[in-house]
């Protein structure tokens, strides 16, 4: 689900580009973030607690926190809900702590 | 009722907890601890968290090793049910001139005269131990794998509670105001929660040791220095050792926890109480990053922070009692490296203070070591 209508903003949605999580193809839109892409899609679990495994999704909104941290083509701890999608963009869940080694 | 103890220690950090366990493990009764704060508010809890043995005095790499054994079966000595979360992964030390590359073959040579298991290594052997440094610069490096990180928290905690479970008396928000001497003699101390009577009194109150000195009449030459740090969030185990580069004043360190701390010396740091922090410190730290360990770039900041170093001017403590004022001590002045040298401390200041032989001689930690001028400058330090 997508706003389209807001009292006080203006979406302007750039064109419609292919982003991949976990494999899977999703339709999004340049301009709006991971988060955004994958909360339209239905997609609310982004990560998981390091301890509990406990599942964590869209928090704080403006890369503050920890909730969102996805891995993107190979980089770990990227934040989901101040990112911006990229055509063709591999996105998936990061379970435990990211590896800054993975895609070096 | 008249408030008396045997022995007031002032100062809640690993040192004075260190001291107030080891004088009750000795059998001393009626001991009290006072902290302005709580435990560990000060330098302690401030602190790089890092403990080595790799100095370039015979004293502090004999205090250093001696407490670093003393670390690697604390929470057994303690009986503390948690870990102090040691992770002994060693310190690799950069030298980045000819110079600094000769002070670090001393260093070594009196180092394993003293039984410390450092090795003496050009560039290659730094990258082989951590892969993501650049060592183009490099021109030796000294690695010893016994040093590394202890949560300073836990550490001070298991003191403090094997304290308390030994009778001391711990009062935290309790500010000392006054010292009282009459005659040459410790008398009492006066706090914001009123005064204790004692023929004892320790100095151990870190970063404002020279505050409290002053209030027995005492002047100590030290002063109190901002040292900024941060911390990074966590990620998989990546960095074995503490990286040090005295050249660029910058360490930095992977805890067990996974996160990364680091600092960068300033020596434009105010030297007062001020334990604010900049934005310029950021910048600073990013500099030395990109340049020795970029792979570590991408790393998001957490948070920072500052403590204050209460440096002394051979930047090695002062242990030990001051002639002509009966029951007052202190174990102050320790330059930025308290924290790793507290387990002996406390041995040592419980030693002195019941009148036993002390396990190392400290002789020459005296006050009066300044008025001699037998200074051995420590010259291994961030």
């Not at chain 1, 909730?67 to 990229?86: F, K, M, Q, Y």
């Not at chain 2, 330098?43 to 968290?49: F, L, N, V, W």
């Not at chain 2, 910058?250 to 922090?277: A, L, N, R, W």
Request: one cysteine or more.
């Amino acid at each position: 689900m997508r706003i389209t209508e807001h009292p006080i903003l203006d979406f302007e949605r750039g064109p419609e580009i292919t982003i991949y999580f976990e494999g899977r193809a999703l339709r999004a839109y340049e301009g709006e973030t991971i988060a955004a892409a994958l909360h339209a899609a239905g997609i609310k679990v982004l990560s998981y607690s390091h301890r509990l495994g406990r599942p964590r999704g869209f928090f704080c909104a403006v890369g503050n926190c920890a909730s969102c941290l996805v891995e993107v083509d190979g980089e770990a701890n990227v934040r989901a809900c101040i990112t911006p999608v990229r055509d063709g963009m591999r996105i998936s869940r990061q379970r435990g702590k990211g590896d800054l080694r993975v895609g070096t | 009722m008249a408030d008396t103890a045997s022995v007031v220690i002032i100062g809640g950090g690993i040192i004075g907890c260190s001291i107030a366990y080891n004088l009750a493990e000795r059998g001393l009764r009626d001991v009290v601890l006072v902290e302005r704060q709580f435990l560990a508010a000060g330098s302690t809890g401030r602190s790089g968290a890092g403990v080595r043995q790799q100095w370039g005095t015979e004293m502090n790499c004999r205090l250093a090793r001696a407490s670093i054994k003393i670390f690697e079966q604390l929470e057994e000595m303690l009986d503390y049910p948690r870990s102090i979360e040691f992770k002994q992964e060693g310190y690799l030390i950069l030298a980045f001139t000819p110079a600094e590359a000769r002070q670090f073959e001393a260093n070594v040579r009196l180092q394993r005269s003293l039984g410390v298991p450092v090795t003496l290594m050009d560039a290659r052997g730094a990258k082989e131990i951590v892969p993501h440094l650049v060592v183009d610069r490099v021109v030796a490096a000294t690695f010893c794998p016994e040093d590394g990180h202890i949560n300073p928290f836990l550490a001070t905690d298991a003191y403090a509670r094997a304290a308390r479970r030994r009778g001391v008396d711990i009062r935290l928000w309790t500010e000392v105001t006054g010292i009282l001497v009459n005659n040459g003699r410790v008398k009492g101390v006066h706090t914001n929660r009123g005064f204790i009577h004692c023929p004892v009194v320790v100095n151990a109150a870190g970063p404002y040791s020279q505050l409290v000195a002053a209030m027995a009449g005492v002047d100590i030459p030290v002063y109190s220095e901002r040292h900024q740090i941060l911390v990074t969030e966590p990620v998989q185990p990546m960095q074995g050792p503490m990286v040090i580069s005295f050249h660029h004043g910058f360490y930095c360190q992977q805890t067990p926890h996974g996160s990364f701390i680091m600092g960068v010396g300033d020596p434009h740091e105010p030297k007062d109480f001020d334990v604010g922090h900049s934005w310029q410190f950021l910048e600073q730290v990013c500099a030395r990053v990109r340049e020795l360990l970029p792979g570590l770039l991408k790393l998001h900041l957490v948070r920072q922070w500052s403590g204050l170093y209460n440096i002394t001017p051979d930047a090695q403590p002062i242990l030990g009692g001051v002639p002509g004022l009966e029951g007052y001590w202190m174990a102050v002045g320790f330059s930025g490296h308290g924290f790793m040298l507290a387990p002996i401390t406390g041995k040592i200041m419980a030693q002195l203070i019941l009148g036993e032989q002390p396990e190392i001689d400290v002789s020459m930690l005296g006050l009066d070591r300044f008025e001699r001028g037998e200074l051995i400058r420590e010259p291994s330090v961030v």
